[in-house]
């Protein structure tokens, strides 16, 4: 099959192995699949969330990638065409997703991540196993494209639920990337009544005023604090969350939440960073850091969008082929994207 594979930091699209499905698993055709700004980091960092997850104790990453190579791609719809011994109630031609990992009874946690392993591709090709028992059908009048949103769908869900928002609080998020705009979608869907949105990118800041942003604010022209006191009232947000994850914006959160507030951490900052712990004890803020989604928002996140009731498609700004993934990485340096699709086509 054809898929991009990255070694050290290059990107190129080669031939190599069609997997095959074992006990439990079902190989299936790529329909469509998400570049993630994870995958954008381990395009340029991967040494370095490898030696993070060692150091905090997970197994996400596979130590054995940096030098094999390692298929990325881990927001995907995909559709069914072989079953493993096990497997075959799941019938050819079922379009299908799953939280993008695999039972893998060998991993010292019984679970492989797909696309963050030598071993197991992720969905930057033609065809990707997966899990039978994790299965979720995608919804019939679910395009392909809003299907593969699935998964940053879930990561906003999973942000705002951690968040424990309560009734007449109001919140900023900073950041209007695809993180940030399904956090600003489900906090409108939980009837936090007012959202404002922070954001330099006037093509993003356009798509979160279309998603429901109360207050979009361009912080180079406006003081925040200034427009969202203006706008409610409030002397600052009781809930920032933070969706950027460059140096300094987590000070920049502290600094803009109110007192006794909370900091949601989303964006991943993949340098040191550094804050004045004193401005958080005077403040006695939560910092709260959050990290993916549990099976069943990823499930709840499907059924939203299948409803109707969150609505991802603006976000979609373009899709591209396998051949064209590659540069797609390098464009989305370029914030005037948002949400960058990989369509493979037929395999």
Known sequence: MRAMVLRGRQLAVETVETPRPGPGQVLARVRA???CGSDLHAAKYLDDMIEAARRSGSAQWDAAAAEAGIIMG?????EV?????????????TRVTSIPVLV?????????????????PGAYGEYVLMSAPLLLRVPDTLPDTVAATTEPCAVGLHAVREARMQPGETALVMGAGPIGLMTLLWLKHEGVQHVAVSELSPERRALAGRLGADLVIDPRETHVLEAIQAATGRQAPPVVFECIGVPGTLQQAMDLVER???VIVVGVCMQEDRILPLVGINKQLTLKFVLGYTPAEYAEALQALGTGAIDTSPMITR???LEELPAAFEALADPRDCKVVLVPGPA
Do not use: K, L, N, Q
């Open 104 to 120: 893998d009874p060998s991993s010292p946690t019984g679970m492989a991540a797909i696309g963050y392993s030598a071993r197991y």
């Open 319 to 321: 899709t591209v082929t």
């Open 33 to 35: 699949c998400g570049i």
């Open 74 to 78: 881990h927001e995907f719809v995909a």
């Open 260 to 262: 006794m507030g909370r």
């Open 81 to 93: 065409v072989e079953a493993g011994p096990g497997a075959e109630a799941w019938a050819p031609g």
